[in-house]
C-alpha cells in the first residue's frame, strides 16, 4: 500500500525543499509515496537506504544528493540532475572511496563533490579532473602519496577544501596553479611559512584559512599583494599581530593566537576582528583598534577583563562585542 500525500508530510517534512529518508528501512518499500512531490524535490539524503528504491522513481528536480559510503553510486544513476554530491563515511575512517571512479559516467554535470573521511588514491582524483567541478571538499581525508597536480586540470574550481588531510609543502605548491580559486582551506595541516608564497599566485582568492597551522607574521605578510583576500583565519598560529600590510583583509581571527603581546598593527579596513583567547594581550596591543575606524565586530572573549575600558575608548564605533 501506497502512504498517502499527508503521511508522507508527516514523516519527512519540508517537502517542497528536502526529503531525509536516512535510516528509514522500513518504509523504503512505500517510495513510491514521493510521486506526488518529484516535481518540488531538490534535496534527497537517503542515508543507508538501499539504492534500488529509486528504480521505480524518476525524481529530476532533485540537485543535491547525500548518500552513506555503502550505497551503490551506480543505482543512482536514475538521479540524473545531481548538481551537488556528498558521500558520507560512517564506517571504519580512512577507507578507500568506493567506486570513486564512476561519478564522471554517472554525474557527469556534478558541481560540487564531498568525499570527507576517506583515503584517497591517485586515480580517484584523476577520474574526477574530468568533471567541472566549482567544489571540492576532501576535509579530513588522507592524501599520502598523491600528486595533487592533477588538480590543475580542474580549471573550473573555486572552492577547495584541504583541511586535516596531512598535506606536505609539494602537495600545497600545485595549489597555486588553480588560478580560478576564491575560497582555499588548508587549516590543520604540518604546514609552515614556505608554502605561503606559493599561494600569491591566486589572485582571485576571497577567503583563506590557515588556523593552526606552523605560519608567522612574516610568511602571512606573503599575501599583502593578494587584493581581493577578505577573510583570514590564523587562529592558533604563531603570529605577533604585525598584519597592517593586508590592506584587503575585512574580516580577521586571531583566535588562540598566544604570541601576540604587544603593540598590534592591524588592516585599516577591519570591519570584524576575533581576538578571543588571546590571553597574553595589553593595553597596548588592544589599543591598536583606533586605527579600525570602520571596526563594527569584535570578539575578545578570555582575554582579561581589565581591558574592556580600553576596548571601549579605542572602538567606539562597535556594534557587537563578545566577552566574558
Excluded at 40 to 58: E, I, K, M, P, R
Excluded at 94 to 117: D, F, G, I, S, T
Excluded at 250 to 273: H, N, V
Aim: charged share 20%; proline share 4%.
Amino acid at each position: 500500500m501506497t502512504l498517502p500525500a499527508p503521511v508522507w508530510a508527516s514523516i519527512f517534512g519540508f517537502l517542497e525543499v528536502e526529503e531525509t529518508l536516512t535510516r528509514c528501512r522500513p518504509v523504503c518499500r512505500q517510495f513510491r509515496g514521493l510521486r506526488a512531490y518529484r516535481s518540488h524535490l531538490c534535496l534527497l539524503n537517503l542515508g543507508h537506504v538501499a539504492a534500488s528504491v529509486l528504480d521505480s522513481v524518476q525524481v529530476a528536480h532533485v540537485r543535491s544528493l547525500t548518500v552513506s559510503s555503502d550505497v551503490d553510486l551506480e543505482r543512482l544513476g536514475v538521479l540524473y540532475n545531481v548538481r551537488v554530491l556528498d558521500i558520507v563515511n560512517e564506517s571504519f575512517p580512512h577507507v578507500r572511496c568506493p567506486k570513486a571512479r564512476v561519478l564522471p559516467r554517472v554525474y557527469p554535470q556534478l558541481e560540487a563533490l564531498y568525499v570527507r573521511y576517506f583515503a584517497l588514491v591517485q586515480t580517484d582524483l584523476e577520474a574526477w579532473s574530468v568533471l567541472s567541478l566549482r567544489k571540492l571538499d576532501l576535509r579530513r581525508s588522507t592524501l599520502k602519496g598523491v600528486d595533487l597536480r592533477v588538480l590543475g586540470h580542474m580549471s573550473t574550481l573555486e572552492t577547495l577544501v584541504l583541511s586535516s588531510t596531512n598535506l606536505c609543502a609539494d602537495q600545497v605548491a600545485v595549489v597555486g596553479s588553480l588560478t580560478n580559486l576564491r575560497y582555499l582551506d588548508l587549516s590543520r595541516n604540518p604546514l609552515d611559512d614556505q608554502v605561503l608564497g606559493s599561494l600569491r599566485t591566486l589572485t582571485r582568492l576571497e577567503f583563506l584559512r590557515l588556523a593552526r597551522l606552523v605560519v608567522t607574521d612574516r610568511g602571512v605578510l606573503q599575501l599583502a599583494a593578494l587584493e581581493h583576500l577578505c577573510v583570514l583565519d590564523l587562529s592558533h598560529t604563531f603570529v605577533t599581530g604585525v598584519l597592517a600590510p593586508l590592506k584587503s583583509v575585512k574580516i580577521l581571527t586571531l583566535t588562540g593566537c598566544s604570541d601576540i603581546e604587544g603593540q598590534l598593527t592591524l588592516p585599516a579596513g577591519l570591519r570584524s576582528l576575533s581576538l578571543s583567547g588571546c590571553r597574553n594581550l595589553t593595553a597596548a596591543s588592544v589599543s591598536a583598534l583606533r586605527v579600525c575606524a570602520d571596526l563594527e565586530h569584535l570578539d575578545i572573549s578570555g582575554i582579561p577583563g581589565g581591558l574592556l575600558r580600553v576596548v571601549a575608548l579605542n572602538a567606539p564605533r562597535l556594534k557587537t562585542l563578545t566577552s566574558d
